[in-house]
């Protein structure tokens, strides 16, 4: 007899409270990742319960409940990245459990996920990066002469500085949002950066950044020192930006710009690989600079400037 199920929304696991703890205690993972593991593990869990009228023990299941698992989410049409998200989680969990002892070896080992197709990253050149630049504050000038009321500067030089800082550094969005003022090392001209898995890494900042953030200070009624966030969502809070606001901001100034405003802040970053490399940057010097773990992680940009100097062999060599 399949004893009486919990409801759906509480689930009672001392393995899960613990692992989620691990996660956010040992510093090991930002808040994003907490949140998408919680979500993928539960997932597992409630699709575990409908198939089996009973919870999951961890340390009984085998590997062919998690094939099952994966032609299940194959079926309901999920994408490759979906798809390796909530196994990427599920694999980090029994690693978990393996080191408390409480199994001897992870079911999920060596199930294999349908691969990532790979996909170029999508960039502006360094001409439409310009344009992108100067739209806050060309939006700024349009509405000084349509509104009827004051416009207030602060929130558009806040832009201007995000663009340029992430630009200038090559930041994911969620390290400028984890910016602090006292990661800005002016005098050297390099700033702290907090990446995935809380590594720090110093990278170089340039002087039109350092100045849009001066800018940008000088608006707001105390400059932030210390712990204090670089750029917070309005001036008289201290509430730091998010990703998602970042992303609207950045929506109109792509319109403004003429460019498609589906582009995500993380083609700032894009753009600026793009640029360093094909200024002649070695791909190492840009592994460190994008704080990235492994060198095959940065060599996808090499394909972007290898087709981009075919594109221009093939229009310009009477021999091509």
């Known amino acids: 007899m399949a004893k009486a199920l919990e409801p759906r929304t509480i689930i009672k696991d001392k393995w899960l409270d613990e692992f989620l703890n691990h996660l956010k205690v040992g510093g090991s993972a930002s808040a994003y990742t907490q949140r998408n593991y919680l979500h993928a593990i539960k997932e597992f869990y409630h699709w575990y319960q409908d198939q089996h ?53 992870s079911p999920i080992k060596n199930i ?25 504050l060309q939006e700024l000038e349009s509405l000084k002469k349509t509104s009827k009321e004051p416009v207030s500067v602060t929130p558009y030089l806040r832009d201007v500085a995000i663009l340029e800082t992430v630009y200038s550094c090559g930041l994911r969005v969620s390290e400028l949002c984890d910016l602090r003022a006292e990661d800005i090392g002016w005098p050297g001209r390099v700033i702290r950066v907090r990446g995935k898995g809380r590594k ?43 990703p998602r606001l970042i992303q609207l901001r950045l929506k109109r100034y792509l319109g403004l710009a003429a460019l498609d405003p589906n582009l995500t802040p993380h083609m700032l970053r894009h753009s600026y690989a793009t640029h360093i490399l094909d200024a002649g940057a070695d791909l190492r010097s840009v ?15 090499t394909h972007v400037t290898t087709d981009r100097l075919k594109h221009a062999y093939d229009a310009a060599h009477p021999r091509a």
């Open 53 to 105: 009228q009973t919870v999951p023990v961890w340390g009984s299941l085998q590997r062919d409940d998690f094939r099952n698992y994966l032609r299940f989410l194959g079926r309901n049409s999920l994408g490759r990245a979906s798809i390796q998200l909530r196994f990427s989680a599920l694999r980090s969990f029994y690693k978990f459990i393996v080191r408390r002892g409480g199994v001897d070896t």
């Open 112 to 136: 294999t996920l349908p691969k990532q197709p790979r996909r170029l990253p999508r960039f502006v050149t360094a001409a439409q990066m310009l344009d992108l630049l100067k739209a806050p």
């Open 200 to 242: 720090e890494r110093l990278t170089p900042i340039g002087e039109p950044a350092l100045a849009a953030i001066q800018n940008y200070w000088n608006q707001l009624p105390l400059a932030p020192v210390g712990n204090s966030p670089v750029f917070v969502t309005h001036e008289r809070r201290l509430s730091p930006m998010y």
């Open 287 to 301: 592994q460190e600079l994008l704080g990235h773990a492994h060198l095959v992680t940065t060599q996808v940009y």
